[in-house]
């Protein structure tokens, strides 16, 4: 039985039959249409948890003349689709995962004779009347089977990018950029390759690869184009499962959902998964990934970094520029590639129309709190983020000489000074002093309501806590500030809402630097 060359579906067919399993078949529809065309080199890039080697073992698994998969398939969207039966078990493929033969423990390791050896053995067996014992290289291989016979190859790749993301050695990747090019850009061999598929977290690089890599049309979570319904789970299919499930969709939604991918609402496939098959919300990266993919770039301390991830993790929305990052893990020089970084890899959500990027959910929330607790240069936000629990539940209690001084600790050491009298700034402390909230409750900023905006809006999905409005004053009084939350009725848009409220007063002196807090219980 063949690993890489015509391998069996064995794979796939575990994913299919497991207990949860979202039908993403027509994927295959779209690789079809581009089977001997043009727009036959693909890099389809995601984040970890976002489904790329099931989406590589199902193109296996339909195309591979290894195997017979038609009862697998028989059930799944795709075998409605005009090009099913013309491309099912009907091509040779290679399938080639990365991920597999670097190991960091052997950084050093030629795993190219590796590939280049099992390869050709492989496909010596397959072809048993093409004479290769002369094939020293997988394209001179193929170059021959082609000629002789006219047989024709798939290409899948999965994890292409492991290499770089390892940060292996120098020699290592130009060995790889070697066997990238021998296959890939090579003219004798392109009209034997009918599709190259390859997945990876990272786009192509855009130096030194770029040249060897030029043919590949890329699809990432910046541009997804066609293929962008395919990013992750979408709105609907999430909702289907927690209704077959009986799971809160809603609770599901703020922990999992948020990213964007060409106008399409995506929700991070394995958490989702995970968090049905165990009735459990919780974070699922420290699994599968590392906060130190925050910590480390973030701690690169580019200009306005700082300010920018303030802003986000205040839940607002900071503009990049995306067309900077070179998409290696050494080359970075402003905030904009590390934030496109962190877009690559799932840690924060991209939207193209604003040209702007953010915290996508709660999941990827709590990540960021890990990090800025790691993160040498965030060590004030970090501090904020490991009291905030219980600055939540001493507002709650109406420790009012507590939430001043919290809130105190907060502006002092999370504003920039030339900010610190900003009352926008000031806002966003606050917001990041109550960071963990959002597992109880929704926190809106500027809350249109009444005769005005409350500055501050927790309102609760979960039951048993007080719905809490905050209104801020800069040289006014803690009493001032309850009194504009009555006058302007700011509780206004809770007026359908069973439980107890609190309005929270604060005010901050400019001349003083002194926080004062008020807080008032309305039972109902």
């Not at 794979?11 to 065309?37: P, Q």
């Not at 977290?201 to 049309?217: A, C, G, Y």
């Not at 999992?256 to 009735?279: L, Q, R, T, W």
Request: charged content about 25%; some cysteine.
């Amino acid at each position: 039985m063949s690993i890489y060359v015509n391998p069996n579906n064995d794979y796939f067919a575990e994913v299919v039959n497991s207990t949860i399993y979202v039908d993403k078949s027509m994927l295959i529809e779209k690789v079809n249409s581009k089977i001997s065309t043009l727009e036959k080199y693909l890099c389809v890039s995601r984040p970890r948890r976002f489904g790329k080697s099931i989406a590589a073992g199902m193109l296996v698994a339909y195309y591979s003349k290894g195997c017979d998969s038609k009862e697998l398939f028989s059930s799944l969207k795709i075998c409605q689709a005009d090009s099913f039966g013309k491309h099912l078990n009907k091509h040779n493929v290679i399938y080639l995962d990365l991920n597999g033969f670097f190991r960091e423990d052997e950084p050093e390791a030629d795993i190219f004779s590796t590939i280049r050896n099992a390869v050709i053995g492989e496909l010596r067996m397959e072809f048993p009347s093409v004479d290769l014992s002369n094939a020293e290289k997988i394209n001179e291989a193929i170059q021959i089977i082609y000629n002789q016979i006219g047989e024709k190859f798939i290409f899948i790749m999965d994890e292409y990018d492991v290499l770089i993301r390892r940060k292996a050695p120098d020699k290592i990747i130009t060995s790889y950029l070697s066997f990238l090019e021998s296959l890939f850009k090579n003219s004798a061999i392109r009209p034997a390759i009918e599709i190259a598929y390859l997945t990876g977290i990272l786009p192509i690089v855009r130096d030194t690869i770029q040249s060897k890599m030029n043919e590949f049309d890329e699809y990432s979570f910046l541009n997804s184009a066609e293929l962008a319904e395919f990013a992750g789970i979408t709105y609907d299919e999430t909702e289907d499962l927690c209704r077959k499930f009986n799971v809160d969709f809603d609770k599901c939604k703020r922990w999992y959902d948020g990213y964007i991918v060409n106008g399409i609402e995506i929700f991070a496939p394995k958490s989702v998964v995970k968090a049905i098959s165990s009735k459990v919300f919780e974070s699922h990266w420290g699994k599968t990934g590392s906060y130190e993919a925050v910590s480390d770039y973030v701690n690169l301390n580019f200009d306005g970094i700082y300010d920018d991830i303030v802003k986000m993790l205040s839940n607002e929305e900071v503009h990049v520029d995306v067309s900077t990052y070179l998409n290696t893990m050494t080359d970075f020089t402003s905030k904009d590639d590390v934030f496109t970084y962190l877009i690559h890899i799932g840690y924060l959500g991209y939207n193209a129309d604003t040209e702007s990027c953010f915290v996508p959910n709660y999941e990827v929330r709590k990540e960021w709190g890990s990090a800025m607790r790691k993160a040498s240069n965030f060590k004030a936000i970090g501090d904020r983020v490991a009291q905030a629990e219980e600055l939540l539940r001493r507002t709650i209690a109406c420790d009012e000489e507590y939430v001043a001084q919290a809130l105190n600790d907060a502006h002092r050491s999370i504003c920039h000074p030339l900010k610190y009298n900003n009352e926008s700034a000031f806002q966003n402390a606050m917001v990041i002093a109550y960071y963990t909230a959002p597992a109880k409750y929704y926190v809106i900023q500027e809350l249109p309501s009444g005769e005005g905006f409350a500055d501050i809006a927790l309102i609760p999905h979960v039951p048993n806590v007080p719905a809490i409005i905050i209104e801020l004053k800069v040289n006014g009084s803690k009493g001032l500030a309850i009194s504009q939350i009555k006058d302007r009725k700011y509780d206004e848009v809770l007026k359908y809402f069973q439980g107890d409220l609190l309005f929270v007063g604060v005010n901050y002196d400019k001349e003083s630097k002194v926080h004062t807090c008020k807080i008032e219980k309305v039972v109902r």
